[in-house]
């Protein structure tokens, strides 16, 4: 794992702001962790009034060693309705893997199953197939990376299934079987038969209803307007390291 020093130097810039939300992502979040992961962070900020007011509450950050997502409330919705995957693992996160909520996913984790839609499987099989491209045409990929980029491949495609076949949430994390599989592919990788199941994710989904987007959009409109009303609660980033340092404590 990182250090905590360096979540702290990553989140430097953001050190006046509040925290509405905030995660471990990745292999954490999967159950593939092993000693040598880092903590994939994700963290929803608070707008300000000002940027709220002069329609400027939308961005987000991506920062690197250690992976740190930064985002504000509209950004992170924008990535919900879009159906993207890693976004909507928040939605179904252990709980272990928590680190702070003001309520936001709480009030969000019941549409989870209506916002996996054709765009979720779309990505999800898109970044196995760039996968599998980069396994076969990459000579300098380490047998860690090949091993784990295999492992994630397999991950992508079984979550897939699971939504096709049952209309599920994005799953955050698959059950013990699968997991006990995944952890084979990152010891010891996988035959070739990733390229076959990745055209076995039929039929496509249907797109995101009405009915959801507008519920998500509302709770959205509902969170700004307390925050504009002093009325939202809200952590440190202080607040955020603590979390953090807890969570890696518990996982050493």
Known sequence: MSDIEDYKERLAPFAGRRVLSAWVGGSHAHGLSDAGSDMDLRVILMPESREIMLGEASWNRSLHE??????????YMHALL??????????TLPVGCLLLDSGLLRSLSPFAGKLATCNTIKAATGNARA??????RRTDLSERKRNKMMAETERLLLSAQRVQAGGAAWPCRLNDDDIQTLRRIRET???DSLRL??????????????VPRRQVEESIIDLH??????DMESFSVDDLFDALSRFEASNE
Do not use: F, Q, Y
């Open 225 to 230: 307007h307390r925050i504009l009303s002093s």
């Open 189 to 191: 990788g996988v035959s």
């Open 82 to 91: 879009k159906g993207a995957p890693n976004m909507l693992e928040s939605l």
């Open 197 to 210: 199941t990745v055209d076995a994710v039929t039929p496509p989904l249907p797109p995101l209803d009405v």
């Open 66 to 75: 250690p992976d740190v997502a930064v985002m504000t409330p509209i950004a």
């Open 131 to 136: 996968n599998i491209r980069a396994l076969e």
